[in-house]
């Protein structure tokens, strides 16, 4: 067992008289390898290092016993540590010559300690790293920029939802000498927490999607929420550059808050990179004419799912044009299919089509997810679920959301007991009751879909990842 995340890195090239010179300055005789860093016990394997953080529900202190006995050779600790296991203070030692194993290397705080460890180790490579922060899309974004740059370049990328305190530390241990460019998503629930990101990754460009009421219930206000993404532009260097979302007000204002060069994309024509003539494809994706610096690409298309997509690929192909790729090279980004995207189409029971969103919600990105439904063709149903973390803002949220879908959806389903104002106001718009089914779990909601669905319905499954609702996605996509 462990703590929080469940989460095991390859790493490459370290060894643990690495890990004692990044946290002391000095380097000891310890030139065992590290093949992998973990920071939950059940994930563990013989060589591995593992790191007791100190989580909302448990402490990876408890696991370091489990650790060991499933092979890990150390222990990163700031707690009492197993009877039997050799313990080496890395900050006032004494340090021996040589090791025995299992170890626990003692320091004041080990979230701290993975920031520093994670700092030294970038600073050994001369890689350029492109930081993407915003309330919606930044992995879409993430992914789609890794595709372009990719292109050219031997890039590293988030993986998974490793953008937080403790995941992206955990990205930049996997950097290597072959590595040019790394793309990383920085994510954020308190003030202060993007600057310290960007003071161990050293950011050179900083991509900012936009902002939204996501966390709002943490930070009170959107303008708190605009200061605390921001923290990515004011951390980058002088010839650095920002990218910002010229569409959004918030994310514009930030050009007054950075010292690096800023890059406008949007849909204003004053924005350097624009674009207009939007078309949706449906399930095909999205195309468009794309203008920069007076050349105009007409038709532009990206497989990407909804017009809001637009927006992503512009972010995409501004770090291209960045980084010095050519039109070629961006285009065919583009075109690689290899990007993870969040919002997918998938084949359902009885014919239907599925649209997985599940990983988020939030009321910008439900509108978005919503407007796509609209565009599509078939019977439409709306699966949504409860907006987390909305604060002040939750009622409201909701009854936008519920407002949208009540325009778009042929039949509505809602999850979980905030998404009953989702429904009550999809009914006030005008939806009829009998086509509305108000659920307290996945499992009423998955029954109710396995009663009503048709060949060539469209179902729309999104809200917050706290919901699980890809369970949903699961039980529509058996057989």
Aim: charged share 25%; with cysteine.
């Amino acid at each position: 067992m462990s703590g929080e995340i469940g989460t095991r890195v390859a790493v490459e090239g370290m060894t643990l008289a690495d890990l004692a010179e990044a946290l002391s300055g000095r380097r000891p005789p310890w030139e065992t390898p590290i093949r992998h860093v973990a920071i939950d016990s059940r994930t563990c394997k013989a060589g591995d290092l593992f790191v007791a953080l100190p989580g909302e529900r448990t402490d990876g202190h408890q696991y370091v016993g489990d650790a060991f006995h499933r092979g890990a050779i150390a222990a990163l600790v700031h707690q009492d540590v197993p009877a039997g296991a050799m313990v080496v203070d890395l900050e006032r030692g004494p340090w021996p010559e040589s090791l025995t194993f299992p170890v626990c290397f003692r320091v004041p705080r080990t979230l701290d300690a993975l920031h520093r460890w994670a700092g030294w180790w970038r600073a050994r490579f001369p890689v350029r790293v492109i930081g993407i922060t915003g309330s919606v899309g930044k992995t879409s974004t993430k992914e789609l920029t890794w595709a372009i740059l990719s292109r050219r370049y031997e890039t590293l990328k988030t993986e998974g939802n490793l953008n937080s305190e403790i995941g992206l530390p955990l990205m930049l241990l996997q950097l290597t000498a072959r590595h040019q460019r790394a793309v990383l998503e920085m994510g954020m629930y308190a003030r202060g927490e993007i600057a310290a990101l960007c003071a161990i990754a050293r950011p050179v460009i900083g991509v900012v999607t936009m902002v939204g009421p996501v966390h709002l219930e943490r930070l009170g206000s959107m303008e708190a929420i605009a200061a605390a993404k921001a923290e990515l532009v004011e951390a980058l260097p002088e010839d650095g550059v920002a990218v910002l979302n010229r569409d959004d007000p918030y994310v514009r204002g930030m050009a007054e808050r950075t010292r690096a060069r800023v890059f406008f994309y949007g849909l204003d024509p004053e924005a350097d990179l624009w674009a207009d003539e939007i078309v949706s494809e449906g399930l095909e994706g999205v195309r468009f004419d794309l203008h920069y610096r007076g050349e105009t690409f007409r038709r532009v298309r990206v497989s990407l799912l909804g017009r809001h997509s637009v927006h992503t690929a512009l972010r995409a192909i501004a770090v291209g044009i960045l980084e010095g790729l050519t039109w070629e090279e961006i285009f065919a980004g583009l075109r690689d299919r290899r990007a993870q995207l969040r919002l997918v189409a998938v084949p359902g029971l009885r014919g239907s089509t599925i649209l997985d969103d599940t990983y988020n919600a939030s009321p910008p990105s439900m509108l978005a997810a919503l407007n796509l439904l609209a565009e599509l063709d078939g019977r439409k149903i709306a699966v949504l679920g409860d907006m987390l973390e909305l604060g002040a803002y939750e009622i409201e949220g909701h009854r936008l959301v519920g407002g949208r879908a009540g325009a778009v959806a042929d039949l509505l389903i809602t999850v979980g007991p905030r998404a009953r104002i989702i429904a009550q106001e999809a009914m006030a718009v005008g939806l009829p009751p009998h086509r509305v089914w108000i659920c307290d779990s996945n499992q009423e909601a998955i029954e109710v879909l396995r009663q009503i669905l048709e060949p060539g319905d469209v179902v729309l499954v999104k809200g917050s990842r706290g919901l699980h609702m890809e369970e949903i996605v699961s039980a529509l996509c058996e057989g």
